[in-house]
């Protein structure tokens, strides 16, 4: 879909997160507590930033430069066709604008949490970049499939991931836990949907496929 179509989109966005964080670093939010909680020492949902020293970036454009943020879903039908636009915008910009993105799956999508966990265990060997690319760019093949995980496994395998280390990657806590972080800290953001963006802190509400680009061009206007 070119960029420029004024098409809504507002019938292929994320359905709404009907989940409530209650401690950033702590909850899982997709899983059900057994009990309320406490919060870690020292966390706060009025503390979540935008951008933290884990997020992942397509770009970085140094100090000074604009930020866009996305909270996406590897199974999101929108977040796929948002995916090349983002991708146009970071080859075009990313020497003037900073990209980042954070996890945010969504509950009813059963293949989000895996992609995400494939994607992290894939950032931990330096990949992160490339296995984003290629569960965006083959999204098909997998979003609504049984045995998600092998095909994500073999996208390790093609990037030449060291498999041993994938695999331990793709077993621990502490995976999930990051993709948990970026989740709840969209939780305490406000994120209603996905995709969400913001730029320079201001969230975006989208209304057709240019107005991402458009709020990057306003925010380089400045």
Do not use: K
Request: glycine share 8%; hydrophobic share 50%; aromatic share 8%.
């Amino acid at each position: 879909m070119p960029r420029s179509a004024a098409v809504s989109i507002a019938a292929v966005v994320g359905a709404l997160v009907l989940i409530v964080g209650v401690a950033l670093l702590v909850v899982r939010p997709w899983e059900p507590p057994t009990a309320a909680p406490a919060p870690a020492p020292g966390s706060s949902t009025a503390t979540a930033e935008l951008v933290e020293e884990s997020t992942h970036l397509l770009s970085d454009a140094g100090e000074g430069a604009p930020v866009v943020v996305e909270f996406f879903d590897y199974e999101c039908p929108a977040c796929g066709q948002f995916a090349p636009i983002v991708d146009d915008l970071v080859e075009r910009h990313g020497d003037e604008v900073t990209f980042a993105v954070r996890y945010f799956p969504l509950p009813s999508h059963p293949n989000a949490i895996p992609a995400a966990v494939a994607a992290e265990a894939a950032a931990q060997q330096g990949a992160f970049a490339e296995m984003h690319a290629l569960l965006f760019e083959r999204q098909s093949e997998w979003a609504g499939s049984e045995g998600a995980e092998a095909t994500f496994r073999g996208y390790a395998e093609e990037l030449g991931l060291d498999m041993a280390a994938f695999d331990e990657a793709v077993a621990a806590d502490a995976t999930l836990d990051r993709v948990a972080l970026d989740a709840n800290a969209g939780i305490a953001l406000g994120v209603p949907s996905t995709p969400t963006f913001y730029v320079d802190g201001e969230q975006l509400e989208l209304r057709d496929f240019g107005d991402l680009e458009a709020a990057i061009e306003a925010a380089l206007a400045e």
